[in-house]
């Protein structure tokens, strides 16, 4: 830009804002406003403890699991692995489902506040291992991001800012392909089981090749629709509804739900994060679409051996998707390397491969430094 | 909680920052609403979760401003502006609308607008204009390339 167009984009800039009104008089609702309680972030013990009491009391052991796709409703196909367990570890590892799915922040105090974090459910993706169509899987983690990020960004979930966070580092093997010179959403609302994200026109550039734009997609749809009651995402651009998205032009000018996707992913997601709920107990979910519904999962200690292994039958299989289950307690060493995969039908090979570091971001809870 | 006190330090920033704050939504939705946005940004704000957390109330405040008038009203100026023109000329103030100003600004979205006016009036330089609008750097160049393409007619 030369000096001339730059003066003159001055003179527009000082001209608009010569026409300011007066400021406004301080809002008086201000003063009979409060604002939303800050809470005191809980471990997660204080939500297993807390839960467990319930659940004693109610006698109606209930394992919520948030899924997607063409699901059954998770039933009793759900299996518990219980290697060294006992019913009170069990019953600690599956209230700790029912935890909210995010932390508020800290409540202040008069010493100086020290920046706090939240905890948002963001989905990374991963090329598994032994994939017949080489789509990407989607693995929920639970992100700690500064608060000022979450807040400040204000989106009314926090992994939509997670996934635009700078210092969101994905653990080893996995990507986060939103770029991140989409940025945060510059507006979203939600109006009944709808969200509205409105991103800036960088968005439109998409992640790269087609199937890098539908991960990207599915990252976003799938941390957009983790709490309950909100099912689809209408994409904008300045407010403008897209019709050609990423390498491809796709279109996505009606709203997309997690279904809508679908066909571009590994047979296996794990949907609900691998959670450390005690010292070596952790508890995941998701939604498969495999060979006669059946999923596999193996503990791998820090030399690759198994040291643990399991099998569920999801709520659905062969054509359609399922949700599963599993948990693991009292696991001594906690290994530090998860695999989620099931067999091949056809060689009985593993197949669909997913291996996730389960101390990433939670190490106390599992037991397990580093991650 | 909010305190006797925490409203006091409200009052206090709203007075240090809502001139600059006001100045900044007229450069985003006119100034005809202006007022509006600062307001209701400055209420969201204050009531926000995690407001008593935050290290920098300006830079929120900003940040606040921009999403407020995004969700104001998207067609707002173009909609005072037909207003205008079918307006009786004796009825509207001289000097207080620039018309010409507010026609061209008129074609950039609200985001462009943010970067044009905290680029050219705040005179910030573009880290610190992504950081009051809670987008990378890259971002900001971007929205002021495609805003300087869309005044091209103003420009020349």
Known sequence: MNENERKKMKELADRLVAMSPEPPDFPEEVAMTQPTESKPARPVWAFVGAAVVVLLLAGIPLFLMRGGGEVEPVGTSTTTSTLHSSSTSEQAVTSTSSAPASTAPAETTSTPAVPEQVDAIVYLTTTPVGSNTGNPALVAFRYLMNVDRAVLWGPPLPGLAALSDPDLVPPEGFENLVPSAVGAPVGTSVDGSQITIDYGPEFLDGAGGLLADFTMLNQIVFTATQEEGIDSVQFLVDGQPITAFGSEGLDLTEPVTRESFLTEVNSILVTTPVEGVGHGSIEFGGIANVFEATVNMQLLDDTGQVVHEDVTMATCGTGCWGEYSFQVVDQEPPPPTLRVFTYSAKDGSPQDVVTIPIAWNNPEQWGVLGG | ?156
């Open chain 2, 1 to 156: 909680m909010i305190t006797g006190t925490g409203v006091m330090d409200n009052e206090q920033i709203f007075r240090d920052y809502s001139l600059e704050l006001t100045r900044y939504a007229t450069g985003l939705v006119g100034p005809f609403d202006a007022a509006d946005v600062v307001t209701d940004a400055c209420l969201r704000a204050f009531s926000a979760r995690g407001w008593d957390q935050v290290a920098n109330p300006r830079a929120y405040l900003y940040r606040t401003v921009l999403r407020v008038a995004i969700d104001h009203h998207r067609s707002t100026m173009s909609r005072r502006l037909r207003e205008i023109a079918a307006a009786a000329p004796e009825s509207i103030p001289p000097g207080e609308v620039d018309i010409d100003v507010l026609a061209a600004v008129d074609r950039l979205s609200i985001q462009q607008r943010a970067a044009v006016v905290l680029t050219y009036w705040a005179d910030l330089p573009v880290e610190a204009v992504a950081d009051r609008m809670g987008v990378s750097t890259g971002s900001v160049k971007k929205h002021l390339a495609r805003a300087r393409k869309r005044l091209q007619e103003w420009l020349s």
